[in-house]
């Protein structure tokens, strides 16, 4: 008796409901690649050529290194610009799966939806490790990557969850824009490199979708104090992040010095922070901050979250 009645709640306890989290699961399994398929063999990277969009690497606003020299830096910041996204997706991931984890009896599609993500930012993080090492061994000297990922994830993580899925949003925008605006219309970078960034591209793009939801079920009755409050703490990330970009600025302009042989002047030196801080800044933050579609999330939280974005943001353009 007690056999049959739990086999009765088994089979009549979970409907599979959707609300759009179908399609994004479906969408999402369409793209779905292999890191063997991205990566290795004989698909090597091209050390003669530029791997980023010089809309997001600025290393032409420079004038005192050659034209190798630029060339080499701009390597530099694609090394960094992986580096990096693998370390965001180092506090993305548990995240997503703490978001999910409270509601797996509630709609099977939001669910697989969600560890689809899950995965795919997992699988992320291991293909920039395996990039590292292509990179380390092709390039020929060493290039500091902020971090640790387990500090930055923690430091970021102490913040209210709202916070944390509104500077994960900004983070998929920004590199939805990356690939649309810059990098896929670039006949100059590698080849190799610009296939990673588009089959990254390729699975962001639903991670953009999931996370909207995200905002928008954790934004679900909030008082405007406590949206406020988010926007506070999405600042403050935004603050954390910033202070990584100026220490990844340095960590650059060491690498360029280690792999030209080159020591550069005061005045070099002032120059080189001035113009790649900047580009740090539109790469990381200001090109997510001012995309329209976070914008309109933004707008949706009402409160004042708009307003108190758009007086930020010029400072990272
Ligand atoms: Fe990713
Ligand atoms: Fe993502």
Not at 251 to 263: I, Q, S, V
Not at 264 to 274: G, M, Q, S, Y
Request: hydrophobic letters at 45%; charged letters at 25%; a negative charge.
């Amino acid at each position: 008796m007690l056999g049959a009645g739990i086999i009765d709640s088994i089979t009549n306890a979970r409907p599979a409901v959707s609300g759009g989290f179908r399609d994004t699961l479906v969408a999402s399994q369409k793209v779905n690649w292999r890191i063997e398929d991205i990566i290795g063999g004989d698909k090597r990277l091209d050390f003669t050529k530029p791997f980023m969009p010089e809309a997001l690497a600025r290393v032409q606003e420079l004038s005192f290194p050659s034209a190798d020299e630029k060339r080499i830096l701009n390597q530099i910041r694609g090394n960094a610009y992986l580096g990096i996204f693998g370390l965001v997706e180092e506090f993305i991931l548990p995240f997503v799966l703490d978001h999910v984890r409270p509601t797996l009896d509630q709609d099977d599609f939001r669910v697989r939806a969600f560890l689809q993500f899950a995965g795919e930012e997992a699988k992320h993080i291991q293909l920039f490790k395996v990039f590292s090492d292509e990179f380390c061994e092709g390039f020929g000297s060493e290039c500091r990557i902020i971090g640790p990922p387990a500090e930055v994830a923690s430091a970021v993580l102490a913040h209210q969850p709202l916070a944390v899925a509104l500077a994960i949003l900004h983070i998929e925008w920004m590199s939805q824009r990356h690939y649309i605006e810059s990098i896929k219309g670039d006949i100059e970078i590698d080849l190799q490199f610009k296939s990673l960034l588009k089959n990254h591209w390729l699975e962001e793009a639903q991670h953009a979708k999931l996370d909207t939801r995200m905002v928008e079920s954790l934004s679900e009755g909030l008082s405007d104090e406590a949206i406020t409050a988010a926007i506070d703490g999405f600042l403050a990330i935004g603050g954390f992040l910033d202070e990584g970009l100026k220490q990844q600025t340095v960590f650059d302009m060491e690498a360029l010095e280690r792999a030209t042989g080159r020591t550069l002047t005061v005045e070099e030196r002032e120059a080189f922070v001035a113009t790649q801080l900047q580009a740090n800044r539109w790469t990381y933050i200001g090109s997510g901050m001012i995309h329209p579609k976070f914008k309109q999330t933004l707008d949706r939280l009402g409160s004042d979250a708009s307003k108190r974005i758009a007086e930020v943001a010029p400072a990272f353009e």
